[in-house]
């Protein structure tokens, strides 16, 4: 009965916090937050898109962390909820990524994957 | 590495949506996209491949799978896995050909053509090309983090109206506009063209998995027009494979192959291909059966199509008015010129071993992503595109014969005008009846239209006067028009496409993929939130069963109101959210429940233990 009651969040890691609160301070911003969203395309037929948002639009759901907010409407959560986002630096490349739980197959591009 | 997401900003302005070139193919396609000056292919499937096998495979849920998992999935589902679809864009029934090895349903009855798959409705080849293009727009969407809208798409030089229209419609049902349609020699003239500047007259040998196209080449200063074209629209690697394919079934013996069996040969025998391209002699094993096949039975196998080939070549060059000496070049295109065996027909053709500076099997996406961006208008080079239409437009005549309008090889666009007039007294209607062809009998011709002209004014035969006005757009795509001079009377021309799909009928299927993609989120979230609620509830059922002690009559009374409450809104409703909010407000309820099961739960694990235990 415990797993009833634990809602499914989308949860920012501390790399990605700490990452998204430079980036929104750069951006002069700090009251905006990250729009994630789902959509069809991509090699394995979903894929993520990420953008910044003034605020957020119509059923969004909101996950904040100490001021750092991400927005998701509905249709993406279905596919979203229960992931967490990190942040990633390596010598070649410095980016996000999603560890989404709902993902069965993910794909070599990173920003795609499927059901 | 790649595959880390970036953020995008919003302020910021978007790079132009690029538009794409589509190598549309019989076995495989292809998409390309110019950046910063210069074509290349876009990754479109597992493994990094720039090669989309053109494999859609419809299963039994309703869910389509295009590429390389449909291509696994066609040992399993040969008759819901299409492929070589192509081959039949355009076509009617009565030009389906039964093949031996072709293993897909008919739908039966009347209408178009199109194939029985599960999980739905007949599939006609228009729309199963649909896919193919969609899957390629999604993953080129993906691959460039840019939308994309609008689309150059490869058809081979033979292809005729109905077979460019479906083509055109398929790329519009994918949601692309379509900017051109371009012939694929002349796509791969396009990629050498720009890149090697040369001049002089060549020929672009195109063998890809379902086509032979030949195309004979003028470049001068920058500009170039195809002289000729000539091919055969019904031969490729597939016919290698399936040549292969029968000679082993012979060989051994097999009678009635099972579409599975079907399915597993055809796939070793492109393999033995392949193999053979490399070694020069390859060990094939099937079922309880075995061979060594050497190259020698491989040229033997094919040579029927090395006959084909040849006339076709020497039919382009006298279109052209060139002898084979003054071919200066002869451009490789399609998988199928791999093969040692075919490099060495070229060479038996045309005197000189064919050339292939750009991937062969990505010529074709390359140079349509050329003409894509040019089209797009932000050019530096002017490049004038010259082609021409692959066969005869005309129309039926008096006694079924053939009056040509627009001959074989015109350069498009074009246009052309007849005068024709009545052949009885006070006729009042004409039959114009447009064909394509270079037979002289119209009933040997391919029928594009058919329609009426009526209001003639009534008088003596050989007075009217009837205009009729053909025009060939840059598509390669043919509109007709009828006028009887006297009166002015015009005639509103709707050439049916011989794929048997109309405007509306396209439009309808447009908007209704666009209504049911809505349709189908709405049902997922009310599934999914069906399911929720009925694993809430057995989970509370349960748990109010087995932990009976630890509830208060009164609670368990208004805990089961509440889930009852729940299991009648399950029957009726059909908004998810009205549910979602239910379950929440049953998950609260139950919360101070929960807890006491929590709390007695981890006392019973600690009773008997001492704390230092842990």
């Not at chain 1, 905006?32 to 957020?56: F, H, N, Q």
Request: glycine share 8%; with cysteine; charged share 20%.
């Amino acid at each position: 009965m415990a797993e009833m009651a634990t809602e499914k969040t989308v949860h920012i890691t501390d790399s990605a916090f700490g990452r998204l609160q430079k980036l929104l301070a750069e951006r002069q911003t700090p009251s905006a937050g990250l729009k994630i969203s789902v959509r069809g395309g991509g090699c394995s037929g979903l894929s993520y898109g990420m953008e910044w948002a003034d605020a957020p639009e119509g059923d969004d759901l909101v996950f904040e962390r100490s001021g750092v907010r991400i927005f998701v409407d509905p249709k993406s959560y279905l596919y979203l909820a229960g992931s967490e986002l990190v942040y990633v630096e390596t010598l070649t490349a410095a980016g996000f990524r999603l560890n989404n739980p709902n993902a069965k197959a993910n794909c070599g591009c990173g920003k795609s994957f499927s059901c | 590495m790649s595959g880390l997401l970036q953020i995008r900003d919003p302020q910021k302005p978007l790079p132009p949506a690029p538009a794409i070139g589509v190598d549309l193919g019989t076995t495989h396609s292809l998409v390309a996209v110019v950046t910063q000056g210069k074509p290349s292919c876009l990754v479109v499937d597992e493994d990094n491949s720039q090669v989309l096998p053109s494999v859609v495979h419809y299963s039994a849920n309703g869910s389509v799978v295009v590429g390389k998992y449909a291509k696994q999935l066609a040992f399993q589902f040969p008759e819901d896995t299409l492929a070589s679809v192509k081959r039949f864009m355009g076509k009617s029934r009565s030009e389906f050909e039964a093949k031996r090895l072709a293993s897909y349903r008919l739908a039966p009855g009347e209408g178009p053509l199109a194939f029985q798959v599960s999980g739905g409705p007949a599939v006609t080849p228009l729309e199963v090309s649909a896919e193919i293009l969609r899957a390629l727009k999604q993953r080129a969407h993906a691959a460039l983090s840019s939308k994309i809208t609008q689309a150059v798409i490869s058809v081979p030089a033979y292809f005729d109206n109905a077979q460019r229209q479906a083509t055109q419609d398929a790329g519009r049902l994918a949601g692309l506009e379509v900017l051109r349609l371009i012939n694929e020699p002349t796509a791969a003239a396009l990629a050498y063209g720009l890149q090697s500047k040369k001049q002089g007259c060549f020929a672009v040998f195109d063998l890809g998995g379902g086509t032979f196209d030949i195309s004979i080449l003028k470049l001068t200063e920058g500009i170039f027009e195809v002289k000729a074209t000539a091919g055969d629209s019904a031969l490729g690697g597939d016919d290698f494979d399936l040549s292969i394919a029968c000679a082993l079934l012979e060989k051994w013996n097999i009678e009635n192959p099972t579409p599975l069996q079907r399915q597993a040969l055809l796939s070793a025998a492109r393999q033995l291909k392949e193999q053979l391209s490399q070694e020069t002699s390859v060990d094939i094993c099937f079922e309880e059966h075995s061979a060594t096949v050497v190259r020698d039975d491989l040229k033997q196998w094919i040579e029927p199509f090395f006959k084909r080939i040849n006339f076709a070549c020497k039919r382009a060059l006298k279109d052209a008015g060139l002898a084979e000496g003054e071919i200066q070049e002869v451009v490789l295109v399609g998988g199928s010129t791999r093969m040692p065996e075919v490099q060495h027909w070229v060479e038996k053709i045309f005197g000189k071993p064919g050339l292939w500076e750009v991937d062969p099997e990505k010529v074709v996406a390359l140079g349509a992503a050329i003409q894509a961006h040019l089209l797009c208008g932000t050019h530096d080079a002017e490049v004038l595109l010259l082609d021409v239409i692959p066969l005869s437009l005309g129309l039926e005549t008096m006694g079924g014969m053939t009056e040509k309008l627009l001959p074989r090889n015109s350069t498009i666009p074009a246009r052309a005008t007849q005068t024709f007039t009545t052949f009885k007294d006070g006729q009042s209607g004409m039959e114009i009846h447009v064909v394509q062809g270079e037979r002289e009998s119209a009933k040997d011709c391919r029928s594009l239209a058919k329609f009426h002209l009526k209001g003639i004014p009534p008088m003596a035969a050989g007075l009217a006067r009837v205009e009729v006005r053909f025009a060939v757009d840059a598509n390669g795509l043919l509109s007709v028009e009828a006028q009887e001079l006297g009166t002015g009377i015009q005639q509103e021309v709707a050439i049916q496409p011989s794929h048997g799909l109309s405007e509306e009928t396209i439009e309808r299927m447009i908007k209704a993929s666009i209504v049911h993609a809505q349709e189908d989120i709405f049902s997922r979230l009310l599934i999914e939130q069906q399911i929720e609620a009925r694993r809430v509830l057995a989970e509370l059922h349960k748990q109010m069963k087995a932990h009976a002690d630890l509830l208060s009559a009164e609670e368990a009374t208004s805990l089961w109101e509440a889930s009852k409450q729940l299991e009648a809104l399950l029957e009726t409703t059909q908004e998810a959210a009205k549910l979602r909010q239910a379950v929440l407000a049953l998950d609260n309820q139950a919360k101070g429940f929960v807890e006491r099961i929590m709390n007695h739960s981890i006392q019973s694990v600690l009773q008997g233990h001492s704390m230092t235990e842990f």
